[in-house]
């Protein structure tokens, strides 16, 4: 693959990340209509919600062979496709039982494109020679952004989300078809194996994932407590509240799709120290916070310290081992763990304790990560060098 043609594979990534962070952005406004809708409790919705995750963890280790039996175009363009469709069908759900089910599904194609598209991106990194997974996810937190901000609006006009969920699928599914037509087309060597259905991830995957993980129970602890820290802990009115998780979001959006020159000038492993450093600097500061002006620092220091975390951990998975699509089902299914598990821990600990105790835990992951870094160096050899075997089609 020539220059031109990774720049314009580049290009197509970048569109497809967005595209799948703009499915999640349009999802996540219309719960509040769903839980009405389906008429569920606080309780039931929050089991509904746990199944994205169970579908996603079910269904990535999937990808790997889809990918293998069709090649990489192919086979993201159909998940990628799949994943839009699904969008709308949380809406058509008229009871609980019906959502889960909905949701799994929803998560299920979610997973598998999430890890098609990493592979590729890792794929393009390669051909180009340089860092470029943090950009890819910092499009991915931009399309969410954008997905949300249509939602709220959305919401706002008091507009059907059975009627606003299936167009932002038809719209969504349609730029995802031009996007795939410029992304890379990998195909298996003639007497390559199959990866099997269902496998466990190579132990290379279980350490990156664990940093990984540190990362995205940070994350999530932020983006899902900041607002009720701010307004128990320190006590803001609801609006200010509010604010802090629009602006810890923000933050690490701006950090991802400005990450890459870091990592090009300090390489992962430093890059990964440092934010790990921001991190547990901005979680000392939230939990010493008295008034909002610190909080808000540390919120924000916080989201800027593991922003680039989870792209460059898809990124080391990729380069870890001849599979990468197994390595990568095997860090995002350790990452989705934590996702789901973040916030249900954190409301266990405050409740035994206090708040304040429970983000001293997502400090000790900040810690975590400036201990775990080195495992993010990628191999020399794959930095500048594209692997043999699979050919790539133009």
């Known amino acids: 693959m020539g220059s031109s043609s990774a720049q314009r594979a580049r290009i197509a990534m970048a569109a497809v990340f967005a595209v799948h962070g703009a499915v999640t952005g349009s999802f996540a406004t219309r719960i509040p209509w769903l839980q009405e809708h389906t008429g569920a409790g606080a309780g039931a919705l929050g089991l509904a919600l746990a199944f994205p995750a169970i579908g996603a963890s079910l269904a990535m280790p999937l990808a790997g062979r889809v990918s293998h039996r069709y090649g990489s175009r192919t086979a993201l363009r159909a998940l990628l496709l799949l994943w839009c469709a699904s969008l709308a069908l949380p809406a058509l759900s008229p009871g609980v039982p019906a959502l889960c089910g909905a949701l799994a599904l929803y998560g299920a194609t979610s997973g598998m494109a999430d890890v098609a598209m990493n592979a590729l991106g890792v794929r393009t990194e390669e051909q180009l020679g340089r860092s470029i997974m943090s950009g890819l996810h910092g499009m991915w937190s931009a399309g969410a952004l954008a997905g949300s901000a249509v939602g709220t609006v959305a919401a706002h006009a008091g507009t059907d989300a059975r009627v606003h969920l299936a167009l932002a699928a038809a719209v969504l599914a349609a730029a995802g078809l031009v996007a795939c037509h410029g992304a890379p087309d990998v195909r298996a060597a003639e007497h390559e194996p199959a990866p099997p259905r269902f496998a466990l991830p190579p132990r290379s995957a279980l350490a990156i994932g664990a940093v990984g993980f540190c990362a995205v129970f940070a994350e999530g602890a932020g983006l899902d407590w900041a607002a009720v820290y701010l307004r128990d802990v320190v006590g803001t009115d609801a609006g200010v509240a509010a604010g802090c998780t629009t602006a810890f979001a923000c933050t690490m959006a701006a950090a991802r799709l400005a990450g890459d020159a870091a990592v090009r000038r300090l390489g992962p492993v430093r890059t990964v120290r440092a934010g790990g450093a921001l991190a547990t600097l901005g979680g000392v500061l939230v939990v010493l916070a008295g008034s909002p002006v610190p909080a808000f620092a540390g919120f924000g220091l916080m989201g800027l310290g593991i922003a680039v975390v989870v792209p460059l951990a898809f990124a080391a998975a990729g380069h870890s081992g001849p599979d990468p699509s197994r390595a990568i089902a095997g860090v995002a299914t350790v990452t989705y763990t934590s996702g789901l598990v973040a916030p249900a821990v954190i409301g266990q600990i405050a409740g035994a304790t206090s708040l304040v105790v429970s983000f001293a835990v997502v400090t000790a992951c900040g ?28």
């Not at 990628?378 to 050919?391: I, S, Y």
């Open 367 to 394: 810690a975590g990560l400036v201990a775990g870094a080195g495992v993010l160096r990628a191999p020399a050899r794959r930095a500048t060098a594209p692997r043999t075997g699979p050919a790539v089609r133009r």
